[in-house]
């Protein structure tokens, strides 16, 4: 598949740019939909465009959770910043943990996510087996004494598809499958529990499945907004209920029962622990790497 490197690289600069930002303004019991806001607000300033919801996931919620457009959470705990760019398809994913409780425990388990990205970062490169980016992650996770979420997983990334071909493991899956030249995310998520996570609520997040034709004229205005604007990547309720006020809650409601859209729910950690996670997008070239969110 051609790619165009230019988008990819400067997708991956404005999220690292949106990352920075958001470190820096980032504050215990700041509203969620504050924090969701002005980073979505930040990407459109410089050129970019969201790739999917920002999810900012508290404690034992491990991902997925964004926040609805009355949402009344707060930042707390130990919170997961995971949100994507990209410009015209070309997607940049990045996602860093910060503890807002000054608790040591806390610190650990968001460092283990570090450094096991950095650990899988040296490990990736063309033609190097899945296994063994999933080895250096669980390799770092049990030097700090936690485990990895092992149903989790980092995935490789084509134009306007953000899973897509393989998924990188967290923990040596046996898999011999070669990287080959292209883009990934790698996304190390580290827990004090049994490392492994369940569907919870749904989360407000949806995905474009068919273009089947809906009868009534609200769930047509959406589902036609959906195409032009978000294609196949993920969108969610707020942003939609931004453009068409809460009738289109009634209109995303119709499109999900018309089979239209997958809904993702929130992914919650099995044993209810904590959870810290990381995460760069990666270019694989024939003879290097590029962090593009580093
Ligand atoms: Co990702």
Not at 72 to 96: E, N, P, Y
């Amino acid at each position: 598949m051609e790619i165009d490197k230019e988008k990819i690289l400067k997708a991956g600069k404005i999220a690292s740019e949106v990352r920075e930002y958001a470190r820096e303004f980032i504050k215990k019991n700041m509203p969620l939909i504050e924090i969701a806001n002005r980073m979505e607000e930040k990407i459109l300033g410089l050129q970019g465009k969201p790739a999917f919801p920002t999810c900012l996931s508290i404690d034992s919620t491990a991902a997925h959770a964004t926040p609805s457009y009355n949402d009344s959470r707060i930042a707390r705990g130990i919170l997961k910043i995971d949100f994507g760019v990209h410009i015209d398809g070309w997607i940049a994913d990045t996602a860093f943990s910060i503890d807002l409780e000054d608790l040591e425990e806390n610190k650990k388990i968001i460092r283990a996510s570090e450094k096991a990205l950095e650990a899988a970062i040296k490990t990736i490169k063309k033609n190097v087996q899945l296994k063994e980016i999933g080895k250096a992650i669980s390799r770092e996770m049990e030097l700090l004494n936690l485990n990895p979420i092992t149903n989790l997983s980092g995935h490789g990334i084509d134009r306007w598809i953000l899973h897509s071909r393989v998924s990188i493991p967290n923990h040596d899956n046996k898999s011999m499958i070669l990287i080959e030249e292209g883009l990934y995310a790698i996304e190390p998520f580290a827990t004090t529990g049994i490392g492994s996570v369940h569907d919870g609520k749904p989360s407000g997040i949806f995905r474009l499945e068919n273009e089947r034709n809906v009868r009534s004229l609200i769930a047509r205005e959406v589902l036609e907004f959906i195409i032009k604007e978000y294609q196949t990547l993920p969108f969610c309720s707020r942003w939609l209920v931004k453009k068409f006020g809460t009738k289109a809650l009634i209109g995303l409601k119709q499109l999900e029962e018309n089979g239209n859209l997958h809904s993702y729910a929130e992914l919650i950690e099995s044993s209810n622990s904590l959870v810290a996670q990381t995460e760069h997008t990666i270019l694989v070239e024939k003879n290097g790497i590029i962090v593009t969110t580093e």
